[in-house]
């Protein structure tokens, strides 16, 4: 079955306390990306990579970090978490090449920083 | 302004009903354009994707793009409580390598 599986869900943390919000992909896709979500302001780029070793910023990248030393692998990295980064986290993932638009995205991963 | 405006809703219609749901756009590159649904705690999912202008028909949905108009729509057909979810626009200017803007999406509710 066709899967972004990221890891934790549910995560409350304190400011400051490093974290690794895992993403996985079973898809072979070369293009991986993170949004974020949240109300009155939907859905926004972080970080995205076209291929291992390839990363490049979004919207929204001050306070992430990103790497991809795999290409099934995609971790979205906070080395300083704040409270304003309390919020829903997809990570997402698609084909490159043809028309290569439909993204398939992971379940979430709910972020609280207190 | 901004490059995708959708109505933000929410919208709360009763079952049976036919649903219109609309996205305007500034960018005239914009070639692709796709509709995503979203479940409550779930991750959006692609429901329709039409390339350039015209309607695409699937079931009870329908995607229409008016590119002259800069403006796309999705329809839903006797509507059902299983469509309550949140509605998304996206659209991209090329296929492959290109980012996509998403719409802030619509929450629909259909009550039975």
């Known amino acids: 079955e066709a899967q972004v599986t990221q890891n934790p869900r549910y995560l409350i943390t304190v400011t400051g306390k490093k974290l690794t919000v895992t993403c996985s992909q079973n898809m072979n896709h070369e293009y991986m990306s993170w949004y974020r979500q949240d109300p009155g302001l939907g859905l926004r780029q972080i970080y995205y990579?076209?291929?291992?070793?390839?990363?490049d910023k979004g919207d929204v990248p001050e306070g992430y970090k990103v790497s991809r030393k795999e290409k099934r692998n995609f971790p979205l990295i906070l080395e300083s978490p704040s409270p304003n980064q309390t919020s829903l986290y997809f990570c997402?993932?698609?084909?490159?090449?043809?028309?290569?638009?439909?993204?398939?995205f992971g379940e979430g991963s709910w972020l609280t920083v207190v | 302004q901004k490059e995708v405006e959708q109505d933000p809703g929410p919208l709360s219609v009763p079952e049976g009903a036919i649903v219109s749901l609309n996205c305007t756009y500034s960018?005239?590159?914009?070639?692709?354009f796709m509709w995503y649904r979203q479940y409550s705690r779930k991750g959006p999912e692609l429901l329709m994707y039409?390339?350039?202008?015209g309607n695409k028909e699937d079931g009870r949905f329908t995607a229409q793009v008016d590119k002259s108009s800069k403006y796309i729509s999705l329809f839903i057909r006797d509507s059902q409580p299983s469509d309550s979810a949140t509605y998304l626009c996206?659209?991209?200017?090329?296929?492959?390598?290109?980012?996509?803007?998403f719409g802030k999406g619509i929450t629909l509710s259909v009550r039975p």
């Open positions: 039409t390339y350039s202008s």
């Open positions: 997402a993932s698609r084909n490159l090449g043809g028309q290569g638009n439909t993204i398939y």
């Open positions: 996206a659209m991209s200017i090329t296929g492959a390598n290109s980012k996509l803007t």
């Open positions: 960018n005239s590159a914009f070639q692709y």
């Open positions: 990579s076209m291929n291992v070793e390839v990363t």
